[in-house]
């Protein structure tokens, strides 16, 4: 059914979605909990002056399309093409927002569904013009 390598993306791919998913179960205070002295740390360093508020709020944002992002290309790599991915990334991270309204101190938005495909959906819309960019070289280059 599936190749050996297959089954090690099968495998990284239902990982990642848990540790999607246990993220974003966990109360919004724990989190801070977490990174918050490592948070003030960063922004001592940091050439621009953002509040603590600013700078977990772009953090937060941040964490997510990286984690969206590298889900997409496992995604990729599973279902072998960039449509089967691009339809099925949508639902988990809808999903995603559906299960952080369940969690104490966290909001799901809808705007933030569409934060997480941002960047593979940019990647997406770029590999396509460039495989219609090769494409139409190599037409013009048989004529």
Not at 3 to 12: E, P, Q
Not at 64 to 71: A, D, G, I, M, P
Not at 86 to 95: E, K, Q
Request: charged share 20%; net charge positive; proline share 3%.
């Amino acid at each position: 059914m599936f190749g050996r390598g297959k089954l090690v993306w099968l495998v990284l791919g239902f990982g990642w979605l848990l540790l999607i998913f246990w993220f974003s179960s966990q109360p919004f205070a724990l989190q801070r909990a977490l990174y918050s002295s490592s948070l003030r740390h960063f922004l001592a360093l940091l050439p621009v002056q953002l509040t603590f508020a600013e700078a977990e709020y772009l953090l937060r944002k941040f964490a997510h399309v990286v984690e969206y992002t590298v889900f997409g290309f496992i995604l990729l790599r599973v279902l072998g093409r960039w449509w089967p991915a691009l339809l099925f990334l949508p639902l988990i991270a809808l999903f995603d927002e559906l299960n952080q309204r369940q969690i104490s101190g966290r909001h799901g938005r809808w705007q933030d569904v569409l934060l997480d495909l941002s960047i593979f959906y940019l990647l997406a819309i770029f590999n396509y013009c460039r495989a219609k960019f090769r494409q139409e070289k190599t037409k013009s280059n048989r004529r």
